[in-house]
């Protein structure tokens, strides 16, 4: 049974910086790419960050370009998201997926992060 | 980036009924290639994470029920349950995966009189 657990979330000041992690099983972890989507409060959800199966290709969207990293430990079947200069508008549930295809087949429960003063 | 425009916002609808919801993408999904669409269908159940549906426009994935169907392609597609059930009560979404940035239409939700 493929199983994703996220970690890391809660509440952080903006600027500030917050790591989230997300444990992956019931899956060979390094055949796949792996992706983060997120769903702001009552929100529809976007597409935040895509790691290929080697780590070797990431992609973004604009808004967190430069902000965000996406990477991935295949020894430990984990991913990663580091948010730095952390906005109100990063407010939201991040959910770590697996990428099937660039479609999202499978998806963790979701960890929220909320960026407030 | 590609647009994507779901319609409509919502609906309500009595246990039985067929459903339609229309997902209208701002070019075309078509890889030429390989002849595939690559649009996605996600059902967002209250309190719960997405599940995915549809992938390739049309293509069921595991376990997910005979009443759920996806049509289309190009820039229109369509998803149609054709007998609503109360577990049905949920948010959906189309995505393109067509190009990045990954983008989802807006969601339509579906109540059940």
Same mark, same amino acid.
């Given at each position: 049974?493929?199983?994703?657990?996220?970690?890391?979330?809660?509440?952080?000041?903006?600027?500030? *910086?917050?790591?989230?992690?997300?444990?992956? *099983?019931?899956?060979?972890? @390094?055949?796949?790419?792996?992706?983060?989507?997120?769903?702001?409060?009552?929100?529809? +959800?976007?597409?935040?960050? %895509?790691?290929?199966?080697?780590?070797? @290709?990431?992609?973004? #969207? =604009?808004?967190?370009?430069? #902000?965000?990293?996406?990477? #991935?430990?295949?020894?430990?079947? %984990?991913?990663?998201?580091?948010?730095? @200069? +952390? #906005? @109100?508008? =990063? %407010?939201?549930?991040?959910?770590? %997926?697996? =990428?099937?295809?660039?479609?999202? =087949?499978?998806?963790?429960?979701?960890?929220?992060?909320?960026?407030?003063? | 980036?590609?647009?994507?425009? $779901?319609?409509?916002?919502?609906?309500?609808?009595?246990?039985?009924?067929?459903?339609?919801?229309?997902?209208?993408?701002?070019?075309?999904?078509?890889? !030429?290639?390989?002849? $595939? /669409?690559?649009?996605?269908?996600?059902?967002?159940?209250?309190?719960?994470?997405?599940?995915?549906?549809?992938?390739?426009?049309?293509?069921?994935?595991?376990?997910?029920?005979?009443?759920? &169907?996806? !049509?289309?392609?190009?820039? /229109?597609? &369509?998803?149609?349950? !054709?007998?609503?059930?109360?577990? /049905?009560?949920?948010?959906?979404?189309?995505? $393109?995966?067509? !190009?990045?940035?990954?983008?989802?239409?807006?969601?339509?939700?579906?109540?059940?009189?």
């Amino acid at each position: 049974e493929v199983q994703l657990v996220e970690s890391g979330g809660g509440l952080v000041q903006p600027g500030r *910086s917050m790591k989230l992690s997300c444990a992956a *099983s019931g899956f060979t972890f @390094s055949n796949y790419g792996m992706a983060w989507v997120r769903q702001a409060p009552t929100k529809g +959800l976007e597409w935040v960050a %895509t790691i290929s199966y080697d780590g070797s @290709s990431t992609y973004y #969207r =604009d808004s967190v370009k430069g #902000r965000f990293t996406i990477s #991935r430990d295949n020894a430990k079947s %984990t991913l990663y998201l580091q948010m730095n @200069s +952390l #906005r @109100s508008e =990063d %407010t939201a549930t991040y959910y770590c %997926t697996k =990428d099937y295809g660039s479609y999202f =087949d499978y998806w963790g429960q979701g960890v929220m992060v909320t960026v407030s003063s | 980036d590609i647009l994507i425009n $779901q319609s409509p916002a919502s609906l309500t609808v009595s246990a039985g009924e067929k459903v339609t919801m229309s997902c209208k993408s701002s070019q075309s999904l078509l890889y !030429s290639e390989n002849n $595939q /669409d690559y649009l996605a269908w996600y059902q967002q159940k209250p309190g719960q994470f997405p599940k995915l549906l549809i992938y390739g426009a049309s293509n069921r994935h595991t376990g997910v029920p005979d009443r759920f &169907t996806g !049509s289309g392609s190009g820039t /229109d597609f &369509t998803l149609t349950i !054709s007998s609503v059930q109360a577990e /049905d009560l949920a948010d959906y979404y189309c995505e $393109q995966t067509y !190009s990045y940035p990954l983008t989802f239409g807006s969601g339509t939700k579906l109540e059940i009189k």
